[in-house]
């Protein structure tokens, strides 16, 4: 069941269709600053305005596999691995704001934000990214 933080979604509205936030409040449960809806009605809510959904697991599963090459690639190459806190701190900003991110994850890659921003090989998949790899 996707949960969606409500400050970004109400944030984020004016870029999106209208009418789109609205539906998924009313197809939801408010809990907090939280929205708590069923994956189907989510994704069908989703291609009724044209947004994408989460990756498959499949492309997901190959995601995180790209991110294990990249990071065993730095480290034979000599560089770091993890990227710094003051590239961390960036990162996060840019996804905080973000309308792809969902809850704790990003819609584009399926990935947990907070550790792809750690990895200093990761970049942002939207495009044109709005974060890229260091080192
Ligand atoms: S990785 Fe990029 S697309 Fe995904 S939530 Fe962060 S800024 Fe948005």
Redesign the pocket.
């Known amino acids: 069941m996707p949960s969606l933080r409500l400050p970004f979604l109400r944030g984020s509205a004016a870029a999106r269709p209208i009418g789109y936030t609205e539906a998924l409040v009313a197809a939801g449960r408010v809990a907090g600053d939280t929205l708590e809806i069923g994956r189907a009605e989510y994704e069908r809510i989703n291609r009724a305005f044209g947004i994408c959904s989460m990756p498959s697991l499949a492309a997901q599963a190959s995601g995180v596999a790209g991110a294990l090459v990249r990071a065993a690639r730095s480290m034979a190459t000599g560089r770091a691995i993890l990227a710094t806190d003051t590239i961390v701190r960036q990162r996060q900003a840019?996804?905080l704001g973000?309308e792809?991110?969902q809850g704790w994850r990003?819609?584009?890659?399926g990935c947990p934000?907070a550790r792809?921003i750690r990895l200093a090989a990761e970049r942002?998949?939207?495009d044109p990214?709005?974060?890229g790899a260091v080192g």
Do not use: D, E, R
């Open positions: 840019a996804c973000c792809h991110l990003c819609l584009l890659c934000i792809k942002c998949p939207a990214p709005k974060w």
